[in-house]
């Protein structure tokens, strides 16, 4: 499926090539080109984030990654999370010192 076409089911508005040109600040005729190729991940960021719609989801379902990618690197953050020791972990105090 084309950018343009899941942005419109997507945001529940259409979107047209002057409607990606106004958001992006760029010429119609470029955000066709854009559209016609593939968008950048800051383009479709910047779409996303204008018609409020979650970045990595657009990522996943145009095909910019895989969803195991995803799933993958949380379950890495999280086991490696949950096998560091407090002392090691930059996100976990080790001592708190009032004054």
């Known amino acids: 499926m084309d950018a343009k076409h899941w942005l ?6 259409l979107i ?7 958001v992006l ?3 119609r005729k470029t955000a066709s080109r854009r559209l016609k190729t593939q968008l950048s991940c800051a383009d479709l960021f910047l779409l996303c984030e204008h018609l409020n719609i979650n ?3 657009a990522l996943v379902e145009l095909g910019y990654i895989d969803s195991s990618e995803i799933t993958g690197y949380i379950s890495s953050r999280y ?3 949950q096998t560091t020791s407090s002392a090691d ?3 976990i105090p080790t ?3 009032y004054k």
């Open 16 to 22: 047209t090539n002057q409607f990606v040109a106004d």
């Open 8 to 13: 419109s089911l997507n945001s529940g508005q």
């Open 55 to 57: 970045k990595i989801y």
């Open 89 to 91: 972990s930059p996100l």
């Open 79 to 81: 086991l490696s999370h």
């Open 95 to 97: 001592s708190t010192t």
């Open 25 to 27: 600040k760029i010429t």
